[in-house]
């Protein structure tokens, strides 16, 4: 069974600064890409931030300049680095990682249970 935790969330006011982390835990596993999404109340999850295994960023328009992605594959830790944060950013923030379990071929996406981040004004 494998496991995603996000922690790092929380209260800041505008202009400050989050970084949260998301660790993978289980057994027999590799993971390809990792990313970031986020919901805001009555809006659909969208994504925030992606990492590739090979450490290839993309991140969305609405954040770039402020957010940063990256990961420490020892770790199992996809980590994301948030400056300058507006009230709009608030969201409940969730990890995902594409695992493959050792000895199948299919790759699986899994999702922590999301960790919320409030900015205000």
């Known amino acids: 069974q494998v496991q995603l935790v996000e922690s790092g969330g929380g209260l800041v006011q505008a202009g400050g600064s989050l970084r949260l982390s998301c660790v993978a835990s289980g057994s027999s596993f590799s993971i390809n890409a990792m990313g970031w999404y986020r919901q805001a109340p009555g809006k659909q999850r969208e994504l925030v931030a992606s990492?590739?295994?090979?450490?290839?960023?993309n991140v969305a328009h609405s954040v770039k300049g402020r957010f940063t992605i990256s990961r420490d594959n020892a770790k199992n830790t996809v980590y994301l680095q948030m400056n300058d944060l507006k009230p709009e950013d608030t969201a409940v923030y969730y990890c995902?990682?594409?695992?493959?379990?050792?000895?199948?071929?299919?790759?699986?996406?899994?999702w922590g249970q999301g960790t919320q981040v409030t900015v205000s004004s």
């Open positions: 990492i590739t295994s090979g450490d290839s960023t």
């Open positions: 995902n990682a594409d695992i493959t379990r050792a000895g199948g071929p299919y790759t699986y996406r899994y």
